[in-house]
Each structure stands twice: as C-alpha cells, then as structure tokens.
C-alpha cells in the first residue's frame, strides 16, 4: 500500500537510495573541479592572447627579451596590455 507522499516503501519522496547513501559531496566536488578548471582555461587564454598580441604590437620588445634570456621587460608590457584590454573593457560598462 503506498503512502500519500511517498513511496510504496515508506520514503518520502526525494529520499530514494542515492540520496541517502549521500552522493551530494562528490558531486559538489565535480562541479567545484569543472568550475576551476574553466577559470584556468579561461585565464591561459587570456594570456595566450595578450602575449600574441603583444607579439604582434611590440616585435621588439619580445625578440629582446628572447634574446637576452630576460622576461622583466616582456612581463611589464604583457601587465600593460592586459590593463589597457581592462581599461577598455570598463569604459563600455
């Protein structure tokens, strides 16, 4: 005979097997991993982009610091680029 609410077991709806056997921490897990995982992909674009660009609009400053061995003078411009792509960015909103 099967309750009002429920199952014909007696659980109430919702309540079945996997719930209780607790299946929620790994799915929180998964959806914690998918979450990180797409705000490191996102920002290796973000970079691979910059650095492309920066490629294309500083030749010099990148071909110097290959062949100097120094990324100083590279790291600044690439810091550069990403704050103006902000800059730019935020002036739409």
Known sequence: MARAGGLAGGCPRGA?????????GPMKLARVSL????LIGA???LIAAATIWLMLSSPVTVADA?????????VQDLVQVL????????SYL
């Open 16 to 24: 079945g097997p996997a719930r209780q056997v607790g299946l929620r």
């Open 35 to 38: 979450s990180l995982f797409a």
């Open 83 to 90: 704050y103006e792509a902000l800059l730019s960015l935020l």
């Open 43 to 45: 920002l290796a674009v």
């Open 66 to 74: 290959v062949n100097e061995g120094q990324v100083t003078p590279l």
